[in-house]
């Protein structure tokens, strides 16, 4: 279908397994947290995952979105998608190497974590491999505090989660953290009410060194570097009491997401243009938010 190089697609194939399996071990901690949790400050059963396969409607390809509605986290997306497809011209004029070759093929994991309690931050993680003529990674992830009093930098959550990054970049570019966390806090930002969305984190995009074997395993310590410290986030605020009024801060602070998301996220953007799945795009969306 494409003059695409003869090595991508089994790199698509290796990328698409590794975001499948990190799918399966992020959803399979959310539920153990879950069962975790205070049955005093939640109650009812702990939720499960709703596993949703979906097929594209152009091209070939499709994902799983997982889904979950709980007592603990109000509401989660994690989901994996996959795709051998064209450009129309209009998002071919934006890809390197798509003036060559309208053709693509893609592998990704994006996840949104939005909890019941306003002492657990909310989290977003991608990670993504696509490939015209030109291949490359992208993804990263960001924590985003609700209460006020959370939201410095120099926050105990805020610490441990840059460090968490910094641990993943560091083994393959001493450089590439401060780099990356630069780009994270420029991409999350809402320009119309000059702040940040939350206390950032790291976010790369179009990343080639020129060593495929490099990149994608800087990505998969991105996916692992999540899956280790954001459980250890959560279970140290999860059981936390908290006020009505950190509740109605905790929904306001929800409002700000939905804004970056609707206006300024490229991969909300991407998925809607390149025919990905609509429910599982706009699962970002928070449960329950609100404006003052």
């Avoid at 120099?154 to 968490?164: M, Y």
């Avoid at 206390?199 to 692992?224: K, M, P």
């Avoid at 970056?260 to 449960?287: Q, V």
Wanted: with cysteine; aromatic share 12%; glycine share 8%.
């Amino acid at each position: 279908m494409s003059s695409l190089p003869p090595e991508i697609e089994p790199r698509r194939i290796r990328a698409k397994a590794w975001f499948e399996d990190l799918q399966t071990r992020i959803c399979a901690t959310l539920e153990t947290l879950e069962a975790e949790a205070s049955d005093a400050l939640y109650p009812g059963d702990p939720g499960r995952f709703d596993m949703r396969p979906w097929t594209r409607e152009t091209g070939t390809g499709g994902g799983t979105g997982g889904h979950l509605r709980g007592r603990l986290f109000e509401k989660v997306g994690v989901h994996t998608s996959s795709a051998i497809a064209k450009f129309s011209p209009e998002m071919a004029a934006t890809m390197p190497g798509a003036d060559k070759d309208p053709s693509y093929v893609s592998a990704s994991i994006s996840l949104i974590v939005h909890p019941m309690s306003p002492r657990v931050p909310t989290v977003h993680m991608n990670t993504r491999f696509l490939s015209t003529a030109e291949s490359w990674f992208g993804g990263g992830a960001d924590l985003t505090p609700m209460l006020a009093e959370q939201r410095s930098q120099d926050a105990p959550d805020a610490v441990q989660f840059h460090a968490a990054m910094k641990v993943a970049c560091d083994p393959f570019d001493p450089e590439w953290y401060a780099k990356y966390k630069a780009w994270c806090d420029e991409y999350f930002y809402l320009p119309h009410r000059q702040e940040m969305r939350g206390i950032g984190g790291i976010f790369y995009d179009r990343h080639n060194s020129g060593d495929f074997e490099r990149d994608f395993a800087f990505t998969q310590a991105v996916g692992e570097a999540f899956l280790d410290i954001y459980p250890k986030i959560v279970r140290a605020h999860m059981n936390e009491p908290w006020t009505e009024a950190e509740r109605a801060e905790q929904l306001v602070r929800r409002g700000r997401y939905v804004e970056f998301n609707l206006l300024y996220d490229r991969g909300t953007m991407f998925g809607l243009k390149a025919g990905g799945n609509i429910e599982t795009i706009l699962s970002s969306m928070p449960p329950m938010v609100a404006w003052t």
